[in-house]
């Protein structure tokens, strides 16, 4: 079987790496070509463009790099064209993978959908559109499957949550406080602060003031290589505060709480059982536009699997270094348990039940002949 996959952004990479390596395991001979970065290279060596090129967040940032975008969205019609797949997984990234479908469905290509887009927080219609390309969607969040049925969509699998597939599997530095010179009586903090150029330089300011506003606590910063450096010069210059580069989940396995910008990242902080606070600021247009057309009550995923206030908050003007820093004397006091939350997750491995999915669907139909 020959797969092609489109992955924008650095969560949907890792989780399509994993698929690929499970249809790997079911399928020695399986092939791919693919939109993807790292850590999907690292399973296939055929990757067409790297998702730091993609990587715009926010209306703004989309709007003014247009241009960009549609240029990439031509590549990759063409090089689906050329490649011929038996399908084609899109995962996540809605603006450019709905496009993708658009176009596959309409040449006759079996289209796949891993990792929902978020329709169910704004303009809920769109599932409407979504049905009419794409085959099969393979939800990762509860809630997902009932919401599409709200469509008349039967056509929707939850294989369970990628992300509690990659914790699970996870095994933990037992020497990560002695690498980074960390003292293992200390309160270690654990800062998420994402992993886009736009998210640091709106959120690392307060970031920076809450750190500076708490010596008491040590503040390890999760860093990324795929980023300058520089980028965190402001907190890395502060006297409590250490850089971690790509070890984020050892940093939360060693964490007390943690600074997390809302993605993501909440729902690993949560499995890994580590208190947080959420925050989140953008640009003051892309704000505006959002909270005009976002119609869910929550925007962490804990909060909105739970469907409830489970972990605080704390959006735009309401993102202060003051209000950081009484939600962290709470939480490394109190904590916070995630039980519920992992049993409505449920026990499925995401990976797995995706790839005995695609290969079901991807077999060529076999007439019979009289």
Known sequence: MKYYLIAGER?????????????????????FRFFGGDYMQAVADTLVVHNRKL???????????????????????????????????LVDYA???????????????KVLFYISPKVWAWNQKRALKIKQRVDHMFAILPFEVGFYKGFGWKDVTYVGSPVAEVVENHQVNKNFLAEHSLDSTEKIIAVLPGSRRQELHHILPTIEQAISDNPQLHFCVAAVKSLPS???????????????????????????AAIVTSG??????????????????????????????????????????????????????????SNISRELVMLVEDGIDYTTLREKLGDKIASIETAKGVRKLSEPKITKTV
């Open 230 to 256: 520089e980028l965190y010069d402001s907190v890395n210059n502060l006297a409590n505060t250490t850089l971690i580069f790509d070890e984020t989940f050892d940093l939360l396995a060693h964490a007390h």
């Open 264 to 321: 993501t990242a909440t729902l690993e902080t949560a499995l890994w059982g580590v208190p947080q606070v959420v925050v989140y600021k953008a640009n003051w247009f892309s704000y505006k536009v959002a909270k005009s057309l976002v119609k869910v009550k929550f925007i962490s995923l804990v909060n909105l699997i739970m469907d409830m206030e489970v972990i605080k908050e704390l959006i735009q003007d309401d993102c202060t270094a």
């Open 11 to 31: 969560s949907g990479d890792l989780h399509a790496s994993n698929l690929m390596k499970a249809l790997l395991d079911q399928d020695p001979n399986a092939e």
């Open 55 to 89: 990587a715009f967040m926010g209306f703004w940032e989309v709007i003014t790099n247009l241009n960009t975008i549609s240029k990439f969205i031509r590549q990759c019609k063409k090089d689906i064209a050329s490649y011929q797949p038996d399908a084609i997984i």
């Open 95 to 109: 603006g450019f993978n709905l496009k993708i479908a658009k176009y596959a469905k309409k040449a006759g290509f």
